[in-house]
């Protein structure tokens, strides 16, 4: 295809800066105080300066659906299990591995007496008997308790609001003992259980603060090696300080860790350079080229997936997205290649499937995922072209009107004119009008269905290609698209329960489900998988990243300047 003038000049200019929301994105540039930054040597103290893109949306881990709260949990919380630098679940609160029943469907587990709440209680096996139940409480409006769905025994009949959440078949035989009963075996399940949804409450002090619990944080309280400090809610700088109450203080150096946005990536890389950041976040292209082979560079394959998500139903009518013929068109409408090659220039590599690769690999081949399911939809413009022509005849109009939603930082605004231009260029009669707004505004106005394609990104919350694929299930709380097929919530269902035992089989299916969701009903155009660059000195010792869960650890990190 014959590439446009305008179409060179946002290439070279591009940048990428979005964030997971399990997955999303965000923000506006941070305060900066002056000054050098105070790692150690003088005050005595080790202190870590990062600089992050995106708010907190919510510190309540039953409401969390974003990379950057989860990030938040990763530091300051602990459920049953963690994650090691290699992203292996290994025992956290639970003393060590549990008991399992023949048929592979109770476990017992033993917690650890040591742990506590950095408000001196302690953490019990009730903890994560009313978190759990609170989450799968549809009062409590948690958007992912369909992960308690076929994995809990009666997680799916009181989230569909047929069963009363003291059902769920989880007990406290003990203040240190839990026992749980599954539905059928999962064998994912210790990385499930290290996801932050998964987490203990304190019921006591959840009850206490009512809605004002994780509003900021002197409505939060801590398991983990971190407190979480001076978070308002809404602004552009938090702390953490180490917590006196964790169970392995002695293994935690860092005794401060001061956070702040910066949307701009002038000025992160500006912090960095003038000694006022330890750390950045994600680099965008500009910087990435311009930085990569340097010493301070690090570069990590994530495992996330990013894609354009098709609204299909908006205030409870169909939009033009209902028709498959357009949703195919624009998903082929746009090169993936020069995107990453071009614009994003971070490691991130063009994803013509839905699931990342790393993420699973055949139970008898070992063969990855991504590997053996294939290219699902590539660039093709004549193809595009071809299904716009269809789709528009079918919708009976000549041109559409479609809003494109994205972030409000710099990296995001330059990407969605990068998508415009090629959306626009390549279908005739197409107009998009983009819509770049705050983090949390994006995140609320795809909650609500109130928009036609959004910018989106969705990071696994633990190691099977289900995290991805159970999410367009029908009225599934994170498909927000108006997606529903009986033939795929059947071929979910079948994976979840009916092959359970059966991992061959089971791996079957999910290939099966992915082909239907990007192939045959285009519900999302794959774009990426990222790859991130970010900046840090050397002198920041043990960060460790993570392909799912919080985007990194710092509970073994040392400043050794």
């Given at each position: 295809m014959k590439k446009s003038k305008y179409y060179l000049i946002i290439a070279l200019?591009?940048?990428?800066?979005?964030?997971?929301?399990?997955?999303?994105?965000?923000?506006?540039?941070?305060?900066?105080?002056?000054?050098?930054?105070?790692?150690?040597?003088?005050?005595?103290?080790?202190?870590?300066?990062?600089?992050?893109?995106?708010?907190?949306?919510?510190?309540?881990?039953?409401?969390?659906?974003?990379?950057?709260?989860?990030?938040?949990?990763?530091?300051?919380?602990?459920?049953?299990?963690?994650?090691?630098?290699?992203?292996?679940?290994?025992?956290?609160?639970?003393?060590?591995?549990?008991?399992?029943?023949?048929d592979g469907k109770e476990y017992t587990f033993k917690l650890r007496e040591d742990a506590k709440w950095s408000n001196g209680d302690s953490v019990t096996a009730n903890d994560f008997v009313y978190a759990w139940k609170r989450a799968v409480d549809p009062e409590t409006g948690s958007q992912y308790a369909y992960m308690f769905s076929g994995i809990?025994?009666?997680?799916?009949?009181?989230?569909?609001?047929?069963?009363?959440?003291?059902?769920?078949?989880?007990?406290?035989?003990?203040?240190?003992?839990?026992?749980?009963?599954?539905?059928?075996?999962?064998?994912?399940?210790?990385?499930?259980?290290?996801?932050?949804?998964?987490?203990?409450?304190?019921?006591?002090?959840?009850?206490?603060?009512?809605?004002?619990?994780?509003?900021?944080?002197?409505?939060?309280?801590?398991?983990?090696?971190?407190?979480?400090?001076?978070?308002?809610?809404?602004?552009?700088?938090?702390?953490?300080?180490?917590?006196?109450?964790?169970y392995d203080l002695d293994n935690v150096s860092l005794d401060e860790v001061n956070v702040q946005i910066s949307k701009e990536p002038g000025t992160a890389v500006n912090l960095f350079e003038t000694g006022k950041a330890d750390r950045t976040a994600a680099l965008s292209a500009e910087y990435a080229k311009q930085y990569k082979g340097n010493e301070?560079?690090?570069?990590?394959?994530?495992?996330?997936?990013?894609?354009?998500?098709?609204?299909?139903?908006?205030?409870?009518?169909?939009?033009?997205l209902a028709n498959e013929n357009i949703r195919k068109a624009l998903a082929m409408s746009f090169d993936k290649e020069a995107y990453t090659e071009q614009v994003l220039s971070n490691g991130s590599v063009p994803a013509d499937g839905y699931v990342p690769r790393g993420l699973a690999k055949n139970p008898e081949s070992g063969e990855d995922f991504r590997e053996e399911s294939?290219?699902?939809?590539?660039?093709?413009?004549?193809?595009?072209?071809?299904?716009?022509?269809?789709?528009?005849?079918?919708?009976?109009?000549?041109e559409l009107n479609l809003d494109y939603l994205s972030d409000d930082t710099e990296n995001a605004k330059k990407t969605s004119e990068y998508f415009k231009n090629q959306l626009e260029t390549n279908l005739e009669g197409l107009t998009v009008n983009l819509k770049n707004v705050p983090f949390k505004v994006r995140l609320d106005t795809v909650t609500k269905q109130d928009y036609d394609i959004v910018m989106h990104g969705w990071g696994p919350d633990y190691l099977d290609p289900m995290t991805f694929l159970d999410l367009y299930v029908t009225d599934g709380g994170n498909n927000n698209t108006g997606y529903s097929s009986e033939e795929y919530d059947q071929l979910i269902d079948d994976a979840k329960v009916k092959y359970a035992n059966d991992p061959a089989k089971r791996w079957e299916v999910m290939l099966e489900a992915e082909k239907l969701l990007v192939q045959e009903d285009t519900v999302v155009a794959p774009i990426y998988q990222r790859g991130r660059l970010t900046l840090i000195k050397p002198y920041v010792k043990g960060l460790e990243e993570h392909l799912f869960g919080p985007d990194y650890s710092l509970k073994n990190v040392t400043i050794e300047k």
């Amino acid at each position: 295809m014959k590439k446009s003038k305008y179409y060179l000049i946002i290439a070279l200019a591009l940048t990428v800066g979005l964030v997971l929301s399990a997955c999303n994105s965000g923000s506006d540039s941070g305060s900066d105080d002056g000054g050098d930054s105070n790692n150690s040597s003088e005050s005595g103290k080790q202190v870590l300066n990062m600089i992050e893109t995106a708010e907190i949306p919510t510190g309540d881990p039953a409401l969390a659906t974003d990379a950057s709260s989860f990030i938040v949990f990763g530091q300051t919380m602990e459920g049953l299990y963690i994650l090691d630098e290699n992203d292996n679940p290994i025992p956290a609160i639970a003393d060590g591995e549990p008991e399992i029943s023949e048929d592979g469907k109770e476990y017992t587990f033993k917690l650890r007496e040591d742990a506590k709440w950095s408000n001196g209680d302690s953490v019990t096996a009730n903890d994560f008997v009313y978190a759990w139940k609170r989450a799968v409480d549809p009062e409590t409006g948690s958007q992912y308790a369909y992960m308690f769905s076929g994995i809990i025994e009666n997680a799916t009949a009181i989230v569909n609001g047929e069963a009363d959440p003291e059902e769920l078949s989880v007990e406290a035989t003990d203040d240190y003992t839990l026992k749980v009963t599954l539905e059928e075996p999962v064998e994912y399940l210790n990385s499930l259980l290290a996801f932050g949804t998964y987490l203990p409450l304190n019921e006591e002090f959840v009850e206490e603060k009512g809605d004002d619990f994780g509003t900021n944080s002197d409505n939060m309280l801590a398991n983990g090696p971190f407190v979480l400090e001076e978070w308002d809610g809404t602004g552009l700088n938090w702390k953490y300080t180490k917590n006196d109450e964790y169970y392995d203080l002695d293994n935690v150096s860092l005794d401060e860790v001061n956070v702040q946005i910066s949307k701009e990536p002038g000025t992160a890389v500006n912090l960095f350079e003038t000694g006022k950041a330890d750390r950045t976040a994600a680099l965008s292209a500009e910087y990435a080229k311009q930085y990569k082979g340097n010493e301070n560079a690090a570069t990590f394959e994530e495992g996330s997936s990013w894609y354009l998500k098709f609204n299909q139903k908006r205030n409870g009518e169909e939009t033009p997205l209902a028709n498959e013929n357009i949703r195919k068109a624009l998903a082929m409408s746009f090169d993936k290649e020069a995107y990453t090659e071009q614009v994003l220039s971070n490691g991130s590599v063009p994803a013509d499937g839905y699931v990342p690769r790393g993420l699973a690999k055949n139970p008898e081949s070992g063969e990855d995922f991504r590997e053996e399911s294939g290219s699902l939809i590539s660039y093709d413009v004549e193809k595009a072209q071809e299904y716009w022509e269809k789709g528009l005849q079918e919708l009976g109009v000549d041109e559409l009107n479609l809003d494109y939603l994205s972030d409000d930082t710099e990296n995001a605004k330059k990407t969605s004119e990068y998508f415009k231009n090629q959306l626009e260029t390549n279908l005739e009669g197409l107009t998009v009008n983009l819509k770049n707004v705050p983090f949390k505004v994006r995140l609320d106005t795809v909650t609500k269905q109130d928009y036609d394609i959004v910018m989106h990104g969705w990071g696994p919350d633990y190691l099977d290609p289900m995290t991805f694929l159970d999410l367009y299930v029908t009225d599934g709380g994170n498909n927000n698209t108006g997606y529903s097929s009986e033939e795929y919530d059947q071929l979910i269902d079948d994976a979840k329960v009916k092959y359970a035992n059966d991992p061959a089989k089971r791996w079957e299916v999910m290939l099966e489900a992915e082909k239907l969701l990007v192939q045959e009903d285009t519900v999302v155009a794959p774009i990426y998988q990222r790859g991130r660059l970010t900046l840090i000195k050397p002198y920041v010792k043990g960060l460790e990243e993570h392909l799912f869960g919080p985007d990194y650890s710092l509970k073994n990190v040392t400043i050794e300047k």
